[in-house]
């Protein structure tokens, strides 16, 4: 997930600066080897000089590689025929974050933006033999340090808010301070031959019954002018258009008309249609100058916010059908330098866990552009942030043409993804303003022009920059829109609800505060033993040591998880139980929410919870660990988010069963409730046929229970419920009691059928007694889909396990449930 800037401003013959390159400390004599691109934390571990930065206490002790200037070389010579080319240029892309870039000793640029490209002409400097290109970075925090003191009066979010660059690298309540410098994408030079096209995307303007308007949007650059003449494929169509290239930015804009389009639609709505597209641009003589390539969704997407009967709506349109979105906070999934694996597997895996939509949170970075084509490719929808989070950021003319830059990029780069539905300021700078006492210790007149550099940004120049350029896309200024302590933040917009952390509201009411559109909730949890002892020495490996305190940026979270895990679930009593049980916890707690939300279905018409993933070995909210592994989190979205969903729910001595379908079209489905107790007895059973459509909610049966209540020990009753519908079929186990106070029996598990895969292995896994949130054990090479899995008597589970171990017997599985962590003290 490598931020990648230019995917379309590298010409046919550029020239890539992949090898060769050194690093130093400035007051180094010698230079070393080194990779790129990396971060200087990266560079330093693989080459054994310092130690894992994720190790207890590396994190404190490595804030001196951010004290130093880092440099950085190459050395390359142009291509035999450079001398014919008419302009030779330098390409740079995601230099992290103050450089200054030198060739041949010639100071060509100075950078202060991770999240900006540059085009650089260089011929006056290019020598016919060897050239060396140095790039000398500034230490990021000293630095920041000078510019913050410069700045009229302290903004909120402090020094970080002068630096463009990733904001969560400067430490946050889920990651660890590591702001030492990056080099995220490699520099190179392209020879150009009378044209350079700078940017090529397709918008999708209008869509009728039997075609769809679009938009051909390009940017040529000559230093002359001339005719050229296009030819765009888009499938088996091809269309033709004249054209005048000129300066840089000179947008050349064309419309046209294609018959009877296939439309892209989000998973589970329809297809997700691609088309390929080819472009050429031919001289006036037709000769060939450039060709390029790229996809094409054809689709609308709109944000409504109408007002209504209850105060105004949040939902997403897409090709005019409204549309649940279900998804979660996606954060970097590195704190030093992007792994490097594959978007297209993490992204698929999304959609086979049945998500629509991502959130690319503002603290982050803006992905690769092999992220959005896997999102397009998947139909994964992405709610995009702009780079801005929890702060008030300067105002100034230099800063704001600097961001205003920086977002023009990103905008024309993502406009031609079919999977971009909404672009948004920040993430809670106006809640914090409003709600976390910021403007206290400011003067009126700070306050004033704080708040009128906020609006210059936020509310002027990125909007407008989105209209202009955006693709029809819609735009907020921030989310939310209302915090949890504004009345209105049920009613109107999109809200973070963090009453179940902060505030140690029970899950329970998690349940009743259903807003509009929920962008952020969440809760904390462990992630796997497995994942903690690569990083946490064996005599460590204790909830209380120091070691593991380091992997808690919270400030009590570990107290808040404890007094949550307390109200219903066994105590935790060493780190293997408090890393089921808090993950236990955090599964069954936010289901309560996701569920009411889909049940509220067209009142709310999205859930993304916080959050998706992880950037470090540490605890925090995320559903899935550092490294890849699903926690019970995500494994409960899998069923949560699944398109049918049917639920039991009891309010007091009240049962209520509800199925809400986000299908795009009306089908059957088959539903059986029964009641029964932990030992098999059976005190009710109800089964209907009911048809069911994509647009509302159905409640099937509400009944009073209190007479079966009565019959056995509550501790003891289940709540069953199965559904079918196609060739789709799933169930859902409800007690009537928190878990910890459940009267579950010993189950006997029983593997059958065990079978070698392709991936590992596959095999049916029974219980003999009704088992809750069984885990199978993984290790560093196995990871079991389900797990976490409710289990009943007569209906075995086909658990696929991923190895790439090729001997393997069933003896060797580990297997725990609730009643295990009941009774561990027994």
Same mark, same amino acid.
């Given at each position: 997930?490598?931020?990648?800037?230019?995917?379309?401003?590298?010409?046919?013959?550029?020239?890539?600066?992949?090898?060769?390159?050194?690093?130093?400390?400035?007051?180094?004599?010698?230079?070393?080897?080194?990779?790129?691109?990396?971060?200087?934390?990266?560079?330093?571990?693989?080459?054994?000089?310092?130690?894992?930065?994720?190790?207890?206490?590396?994190?404190?002790?490595?804030?001196?590689?951010?004290?130093?200037?880092?440099?950085?070389?190459?050395?390359?010579?142009?291509?035999?025929?450079?001398?014919?080319?008419?302009?030779?240029?330098?390409? #740079?892309?995601?230099?992290?974050?103050?450089?200054?870039?030198?060739?041949?000793?010639?100071?060509?640029?100075? /950078?202060?933006?991770?999240?900006?490209?540059?085009?650089?002409?260089?011929?006056?400097?290019?020598?016919?033999?060897?050239?060396?290109?140095?790039?000398?970075?500034?230490? /990021?925090?000293?630095?920041?340090?000078?510019?913050?003191?410069?700045?009229?009066?302290?903004?909120?979010?402090?020094? %970080?808010?002068?630096?463009?660059?990733?904001?969560?690298? &400067?430490?946050?309540?889920?990651?660890?301070?590591? /702001?030492?410098?990056?080099?995220?994408?490699?520099?190179?030079?392209?020879?150009?031959?009378?044209?350079? =096209?700078?940017?090529?995307?397709?918008?999708?303007?209008?869509?009728?019954?039997?075609?769809?308007?679009?938009?051909?949007?390009?940017?040529?650059?000559?230093?002359?002018?001339?005719?050229?003449?296009?030819? #765009?494929?888009?499938?088996?169509?091809?269309?033709? &258009?004249?054209?005048?290239?000129?300066?840089?930015?000179?947008?050349? %804009?064309?419309?046209?008309?294609?018959?009877?389009?296939?439309?892209?639609?989000?998973?589970?709505?329809?297809?997700?249609?691609?088309?390929?597209?080819?472009?050429?641009?031919?001289?006036?003589?037709?000769?060939?100058?450039?060709?390029? /390539? %790229?996809?094409?969704?054809?689709?609308?997407?709109?944000?409504?916010?109408?007002?209504?009967?209850?105060?105004?709506?949040?939902?997403?349109?897409?090709?005019?059908?409204?549309?649940?979105?279900?998804?979660?906070?996606?954060?970097?999934?590195?704190? =030093?330098?992007?792994?490097?694996?594959?978007?297209?597997?993490?992204?698929?895996?999304?959609?086979?866990?049945?998500?629509?939509?991502?959130?690319?949170?503002?603290?982050?970075?803006?992905?690769?552009?092999?992220?959005?084509?896997?999102?397009?490719?998947?139909?994964? =929808?992405?709610?995009?942030?702009?780079?801005?989070?929890?702060?008030?950021?300067?105002?100034?003319?230099?800063?704001?043409?600097?961001?205003?830059?920086?977002?023009?990029?990103?905008?024309?780069? #993502?406009?031609?993804?079919?999977?971009?539905?909404?672009w948004c300021g920040n993430n809670e700078n106006h809640e914090g303003w409003e709600r976390w006492g910021w403007q206290l210790t400011l003067t009126p007149k700070s306050r004033k022009r704080i708040w009128g550099d906020y609006e210059k940004l936020f509310l002027d120049i990125l909007p407008g920059l989105v209209s202009s350029y955006g693709n029809q896309c819609s735009y907020v200024d921030s989310s939310p829109k209302f915090g949890r302590g504004d009345s209105r933040f049920k009613k109107e917009g999109d809200a973070h609800d963090w009453g179940i952390w902060h505030d140690g509201l029970p899950f329970s009411e998690f349940a009743k505060r259903v807003p509009r559109f929920l962008s952020e909730a969440g809760f904390q949890s462990l992630p796997s033993v497995e994942i903690l002892s690569r990083y946490i020495p064996d005599q460590d490996l204790q909830i209380d040591s120091d070691a593991m305190k380091t992997r808690q940026k919270h400030r009590i979270g570990f107290n808040i998880m404890s007094d949550y895990i307390s109200r219903d679930l066994p105590e935790p009593k060493d780190v293997p139980s408090w890393s089921y049980l808090s993950q236990i916890n955090q599964a069954e707690g936010m289901a309560l929410g996701i569920k009411a939300h889909r049940l509220a279905k067209p009142y709310c018409m999205g859930t993304l919870y916080w959050q998706l993933n992880d950037c470090w070995p540490g605890i925090s909210w995320s559903g899935i660990e550092y490294g890849g592994r699903w926690k019970a989190m995500h494994h409960k979205a899998y069923h949560l988010y699944q398109p049918v969903l049917c639920t039991a729910q009891i309010k007091e001595k009240q049962l209520e069963l509800s199925v809400v379908s986000d299908l795009p079209h009306a089908d059957s489905i088959q539903v059986k409730l029964r009641i029964l107790d932990s030992e098999g007895r059976e005190f009710y059973s109800w089964a209907t046929q009911a048809l069911i459509s994509a647009d509302l909610p159905v409640r099937l049966l509400a009944m009073d229970i209190s007479e079966i209540m009565e019959l056995t020990k509550i501790s003891k009753i289940f709540v069953l419920t199965e559904w079918a519908y196609g060739s789709q079929s799933d169930y859902e186990l409800v007690p009537l009691v928190p878990l910890k106070e459940v009267a579950f029996k010993k189950a006997n598990f029983t593997i059958q059928d065990f079978k070698q895969t392709p991936n590992g292995f596959e095999f049916l896994l029974s219980t003999d007694q009704i088992a809750k949130s069984v885990y199978l054990g993984e290790t560093s090479d196995w990871r079991f889909y389900p797990n976490f899995i409710d289990l009943i008597p007569g209906r075995p589970m086909v658990v696929k396990l991923f190895t790439s171990s090729q001997q393997l017997t069933p003896d060797e599985l580990k297997i725990q449930s609730i009643f295990d962590f009941q009774n561990q003290n027994k």
């Open positions: 997930m490598s931020l990648t800037a230019f995917q379309f401003l590298i010409a046919q013959d550029d020239m890539r600066l992949i090898t060769g390159w050194q690093y130093k400390a400035k007051e180094d004599q010698d230079w070393k080897d080194c990779q790129l691109p990396s971060s200087i934390y990266s560079i330093l571990e693989s080459q054994g000089l310092i130690p894992n930065p994720y190790l207890p206490g590396q994190e404190g002790i490595l804030q001196w590689v951010d004290q130093k200037t880092w440099m950085f070389r190459a050395f390359f010579q142009p291509d035999s025929s450079w001398k014919n080319n008419e302009k030779t240029e330098l390409l #740079l892309s995601g230099l992290d974050v103050f450089a200054e870039v030198r060739l041949n000793g010639m100071t060509v640029v100075k /950078t202060e933006n991770a999240f900006r490209s540059w085009t650089i002409p260089i011929d006056p400097w290019l020598k016919s033999d060897s050239n060396e290109l140095l790039i000398i970075f500034q230490p /990021t925090f000293p630095e920041c340090i000078q510019r913050f003191k410069k700045l009229t009066a302290p903004l909120p979010g402090e020094e %970080r808010v002068v630096a463009r660059t990733a904001q969560f690298r &400067f430490g946050w309540d889920f990651a660890p301070r590591f /702001t030492g410098c990056a080099i995220r994408q490699l520099p190179a030079i392209r020879h150009t031959r009378n044209i350079a =096209l700078e940017n090529f995307r397709i918008h999708t303007l209008q869509i009728q019954e039997d075609q769809a308007e679009l938009e051909l949007i390009l940017n040529l650059r000559t230093e002359y002018s001339d005719t050229c003449f296009i030819q #765009l494929i888009i499938g088996q169509d091809s269309f033709y &258009f004249s054209g005048q290239s000129g300066n840089l930015m000179k947008e050349q %804009r064309m419309r046209l008309t294609l018959r009877n389009p296939k439309l892209w639609w989000p998973s589970g709505q329809g297809s997700q249609h691609l088309y390929n597209c080819h472009l050429n641009i031919y001289n006036s003589d037709g000769v060939p100058l450039v060709s390029r /390539t %790229r996809t094409l969704g054809i689709r609308t997407i709109r944000l409504i916010q109408e007002p209504d009967e209850y105060g105004s709506s949040f939902q997403f349109m897409v090709n005019d059908r409204p549309v649940f979105m279900k998804g979660a906070n996606l954060v970097p999934d590195d704190a =030093l330098s992007p792994l490097h694996t594959d978007p297209e597997v993490f992204i698929r895996s999304l959609q086979e866990s049945h998500f629509n939509m991502i959130r690319i949170w503002g603290g982050g970075t803006y992905e690769s552009d092999s992220f959005y084509q896997a999102c397009d490719q998947y139909g994964i =929808l992405v709610w995009q942030d702009f780079m801005f989070a929890c702060a008030m950021y300067p105002g100034d003319d230099h800063f704001l043409e600097n961001v205003r830059e920086e977002a023009l990029q990103q905008i024309t780069r #993502l406009s031609g993804y079919a999977c971009i539905a909404l």
